[in-house]
Every structure is written in C-alpha cells, then in structure tokens.
Nanobody
C-alpha cells in the first residue's frame, strides 16, 4: 500500500521555524521526484518546492525562496521542508507529493499556522 505521511506541522509565531517531514512507503522512493504543496482556505493549491529523484536539483516558489529549503534522504525514504522566517501568509495545509512518469501520490496533509 502506497503511503505518504506528513508530520511536523503546528502553531508557530511569526519569524519562527518549523521542519516538515514526509515518510514514504509502498513504492521505490528513490525513483520519484518529490514536492511540497500548500493550500489555504478559499485558495488554490500551490507548488511550494520540488526536488529531483537524486536530490541534485531544486525549485521554489518566489514567495518562499530564501526562507524554505527542500531536501531528501533516499536511505530513509523521507523528504523534508525546512521553513524559516515564517509569515502569517504561510498558514496553510502542507501536502507531500511523489511523481514519476505522470503518476502522482499525495499525502494527507499537515496544518501549519503562523500567528501571534
């Protein structure tokens, strides 16, 4: 059974940091490109960051560039999103996604709330 399980979300003050994790099972993790998306209430789901299967290239949305870092550990079947200098507009449900040859798997999401 394919599973992507996000963890690490929670409530944090503006300017704070969180590290999200996504643990994968049921498929060959090292063959898949990985990405993080987020969706706020009433808004479209948007791509936040992406990383190639080998971890040798990354891409970021302009809104998070310089603040967020995506990484992966293929030996642990896990992808991470380090989030620094968090802003209230970063508040959303964050989703992990795996892609290979057009096939996509999604996690269940984890809530991130940035508020005073």
């Amino acid at each position: 059974q394919v599973q992507l399980v996000e963890s690490g979300g929670g409530l944090v003050q503006p300017g704070g940091s969180l590290r999200l994790s996504c643990a994968a099972s049921g498929f060959t993790f090292s063959n898949y490109a990985m990405s993080w998306y987020r969706q706020a209430p009433g808004k479209e789901r948007e791509l936040v960051a992406a990383i190639t299967s080998a971890g040798d290239s990354t891409n970021y949305a302009d809104s998070v560039k310089g603040r967020f870092t995506i990484s992966r550990d293929n030996a642990k079947n896990t992808v991470y999103l380090q989030m620094n200098s968090l802003k209230p507009e970063d508040t959303a449900v964050y989703y992990c996604k795996a892609v290979r040859w057009g096939r996509a798997y999604w996690g269940q999401g984890t809530q991130v709330t940035v508020s005073s």
